[in-house]
């Protein structure tokens, strides 16, 4: 049986492409002391950056075809054969739906928002908080309008939610795929598991 198919729900939750385990209240509270209070294993013992990324490198192509800026954990800008395409941006200071908790960025934001070039595609793999940022999205909607927005299965929800228009999202399954310019791209099945509150775990893919 292969595993690069389609999808597969039962009920209201998307299944993973192999059984997988996820880790419930048991697990949390062995797991969360240590995230509350063993600080040396949460932070950098020194402060990292300032980290910087010259706007300016945007004003011609790469000339191989293919740069990537990485700006930090999943957020990245890669620009491939003249389409340039922006993964999971967050910008908040916090992955969380918290500003005053939850984990924080070791360093600031490498390029402002504003200062990005013009974007073709904006990718969002998933709707946790580390790849979907509700501030950034919300500022990206109105930086960037020509922008597609391209993501997995109801995970366009929270997108029209902070503000990105419904003609600019395309939302797909495992497999399919959507060309944008000379770039084709495609969803592939991942094992991992989605949600953004304590309700809504797998509802999304």
Same mark, same amino acid.
């Given at each position: 049986?292969?595993?690069?198919?389609?999808?597969?729900?039962?009920?209201?939750?998307?299944?993973?492409?192999?059984?997988?385990?996820?880790?419930?209240?048991?697990?949390?509270?062995?797991?969360?002391?240590?995230?509350?209070?063993?600080? &040396?294993? /949460?932070? =950098?013992?020194?402060?990292? %950056? $300032?980290f910087?990324?010259? @706007?300016?490198?945007? !004003?011609?192509?790469?000339?191989?075809?293919?740069?990537?800026?990485?700006?930090?954990?999943?957020?990245?800008?890669?620009?491939?054969?003249?389409?340039?395409?922006?993964?999971?941006?967050?910008?908040? &200071?916090? /992955?969380? =739906?918290?500003?005053?908790? %939850? $984990?924080?960025?070791?360093? @600031?934001?490498?390029? !402002?928002?504003?200062?990005?070039?013009?974007?073709?595609?904006?990718?969002?793999?998933?709707?946790?908080?580390?790849?979907?940022?509700?501030?950034?999205?919300?500022?990206?909607?109105?930086?960037?309008? &020509?922008?597609?927005?391209?993501t997995?299965?109801g995970?366009?929800?929270?997108?029209?939610?902070?503000?990105? !228009?419904?003609?600019?999202?395309?939302?797909?399954?495992?497999t399919?795929?959507?060309?944008?310019?000379?770039?084709?791209?495609?969803?592939?099945?991942?094992?991992?598991?989605?949600?953004?509150?304590?309700?809504?775990?797998?509802?999304?893919?």
């Amino acid at each position: 049986m292969t595993l690069l198919r389609r999808s597969t729900k039962v009920g209201k939750t998307y299944q993973n492409p192999v059984p997988t385990q996820v880790g419930g209240f048991s697990t949390m509270w062995k797991v969360l002391p240590e995230f509350l209070f063993n600080r &040396q294993e /949460a932070e =950098p013992k020194t402060p990292l %950056g $300032p980290f910087t990324t010259d @706007a300016s490198v945007y !004003a011609k192509n790469p000339a191989s075809g293919l740069r990537v800026t990485w700006f930090g954990h999943s957020s990245s800008l890669v620009e491939i054969d003249g389409v340039r395409v922006l993964i999971d941006p967050v910008w908040e &200071q916090r /992955a969380s =739906p918290f500003s005053f908790m %939850g $984990p924080k960025r070791f360093y @600031a934001p490498t390029l !402002a928002l504003e200062a990005m070039p013009k974007l073709d595609v904006v990718l969002i793999s998933h709707d946790h908080y580390d790849h979907l940022g509700a501030k950034t999205v919300k500022r990206l909607a109105k930086l960037q309008p &020509q922008a597609k927005w391209v993501t997995a299965l109801g995970v366009g929800a929270w997108l029209r939610k902070f503000g990105v !228009a419904a003609a600019q999202i395309t939302e797909l399954d495992w497999t399919e795929s959507v060309e944008v310019g000379a770039l084709k791209l495609t969803m592939w099945p991942s094992r991992h598991f989605s949600g953004r509150g304590l309700g809504d775990r797998f509802t999304t893919l």
